[in-house]
């Protein structure tokens, strides 16, 4: 019974008028959340340094890392590539030495590059 007369109290209610229509604004257009990278100048020694490292041709990677980097120095790929061969070339000393050195330098010189920079060796 309560419930009833509540149900009807508020059937019964004047109720507010509609908000006044308000202009809406036009939709706006949003750029794709992740466009296709532009094709770099760096990429040609990018997949023949890639190519090498597969082989385990360190020093043949490491130079053409090197172009890569000559030709894109804003390149976080051509960074650490480069960077992971001269790892590689100092690897089989168990501790630190001058070619981890410089591995160290490019790979945080690649990702203050490209924070976001995810390697794909699938070149």
Do not use: C, H
Request: proline content about 12%; glycine content about 4%; hydrophobic content about 45%.
């Amino acid at each position: 019974m309560l419930l009833a007369t509540v149900l009807l109290s508020a059937a019964l209610a004047p109720q507010a008028p509609p908000p006044a229509a308000t202009p809406q604004e036009p939709p706006t257009v949003t750029a794709p959340a992740a466009l296709p990278a532009a094709a770099s100048t760096a990429d040609p020694y990018l997949g023949a340094g890639i190519a090498a490292f597969k082989k385990r041709r360190f020093a043949a990677a490491r130079a053409e890392f090197e172009k890569a980097v000559a030709a894109d120095p804003q390149s976080a790929a051509a960074a650490y590539y480069l960077g992971y061969t001269w790892y590689k070339i100092g690897e089989p000393s168990r501790r630190m030495n001058p070619s981890k050195e410089k591995a160290r330098e490019l790979f945080a010189k690649a990702f203050s590059l490209d924070p976001t920079f995810n390697p794909r060796w699938g070149r």
